[in-house]
């Protein structure tokens, strides 16, 4: 097929080009920094699912927009401040008093804004000098339309006007001082959904011996009444997982950006295995979310830690220890006949990996680099857990 010969275009030059990737940039990284910061408030399973997913995507882009601007000869890392336009809006997100608030004018304002501008740059770049950033901004704007229809904040969306003016013509301020990222006061602890019981014993019918890694002790649930307390503890364990990683990245805005990604994808991934409960106990098990209390105080406990501390007992611990678990279970389950069941094992054992590598990864890094260092910090933490792998003197979390 012979290639297409149509007239070049004009087009931006690179400095242009470059200031609208920077606006980009800026929009994404606090809507990263954001969400992460106030998806564990989110009430709503449903919705808490959505901002995960949505977390991972503008994580991802955010990378994918600073390659472009390296592509561009402008800084990558930080290229400029945002100017006087731009800094408002942003201003007015990390201004936001409650979930609702701050999806509405992410939802609302910042992300349709986005789109627009990226329809613009579209239509307007050359195609072939210009490629690359023709096939970025295709995938992005996609993204991001797909975003606002799939999340819509309560009394925000249906009256927010049409973007006023091109996002990515704005000005950025080349030598103007770092913008600083807001990090929101600590948790206490995460929303549920109204309709779900939080007690500080969680689901008393659940055994320890679930949750041991001893062939001789663990047990793995096969009843079906049984199967559904131990799937509806699950699936609260794994919204403990995403609000520790998305927390992770919100509070530590100084962590390089590849952190923020691992952590985006790794609340993801446990949303995302939330999820297979939520649709499993329905369809499986004859139960749902809400039928039974959880409890929170394995998250707490958790989270009362420095980045370090979160690490090295969640990552490094807590998943490092389910993949045994979930690889036994499946074993029992596939034995048994359940495949069906034994199949959600076999993903998580398979996310787990990556979780783990991310607590030695990242806690490396606090360590200078120096993995050995890391090793013994988490020796030192697990001298203080019991043999679920929980605080000693406090209720364990089900995984």
Request: aromatic share 8%; glycine share 6%; proline share 7%.
């Amino acid at each position: 097929m012979p290639l297409p010969r149509e007239p070049l275009r004009l087009g931006y030059d690179v400095d242009e080009n470059a200031i609208r990737f920077s606006n980009y940039f800026h929009v994404l990284r606090e809507l990263v920094h954001l969400s992460a910061g106030w998806l564990p408030l989110v009430p709503q399973f449903e919705l808490k699912y959505r901002l995960g997913d949505h977390l991972h995507d503008d994580a991802r882009a955010v990378a994918k927009v600073r390659r472009r601007l390296y592509e561009l000869r402008h800084p990558s890392d930080y290229p400029g401040a945002p100017g006087e336009a731009l800094a408002a809006l942003l201003d007015r997100m990390r201004a936001a008093g409650s979930p609702d608030e701050y999806l509405g004018i992410a939802y609302g304002e910042a992300k349709p804004a986005l789109v627009a501008a990226m329809r613009t740059h579209l239509e307007a770049l050359d195609p072939v000098s210009d490629e690359p950033s023709l096939r970025l901004l295709t995938k992005l704007a996609r993204r991001q339309e797909g975003h606002v229809e799939e999340l819509t904040a309560p009394g925000s969306l249906a009256a927010s006007p049409e973007p006023s003016g091109d996002l990515g013509a704005l000005s950025i301020e080349l030598k103007a001082e770092s913008r600083r990222l807001r990090v929101m006061a600590p948790l206490d602890e995460p929303a549920r959904d109204d309709f779900v019981e939080v007690t500080p014993e969680g689901d008393p019918y659940l055994a320890r011996e679930l949750y041991v890694n001893d062939p001789d002790v663990n047990h793995v649930p096969v009843e079906r009444e049984e199967q559904r307390h131990f799937f509806h503890a699950l699936m609260d364990a794994e919204l403990c997982a995403a609000e520790l990683m998305a927390r992770n990245s919100h509070e530590h805005p100084e962590m390089p950006w590849d952190f923020h990604v691992d952590m985006a994808r790794q609340t993801w991934d446990e949303v995302r295995h939330a999820r297979l409960h939520h649709l499993l106990m329905p369809t499986e098990l004859g139960c749902q979310w809400g039928d039974y209390p959880v409890g929170l105080s394995y998250f707490r406990s958790v989270y009362a830690h420095d980045l370090l501390g979160r690490l090295a007992l969640f990552n490094s611990t807590s998943e490092q220890k389910a993949m045994w678990r979930h690889s036994r279970r499946r074993k029992v389950l596939v034995d048994r006949g359940q495949e069906q069941i034994a199949q959600v094992f076999d993903y998580l054992l398979a996310d787990e990996v990556p979780h783990v590598h991310n607590g030695t990864r990242w806690g490396a890094y606090l360590c200078d680099g120096d993995e050995a260092a890391y090793r013994a910090a988490v020796r030192e933490l697990r001298e203080g857990l019991d043999e679920t792998g929980a605080p000693a003197a406090a209720p364990g979390l089900a995984s």
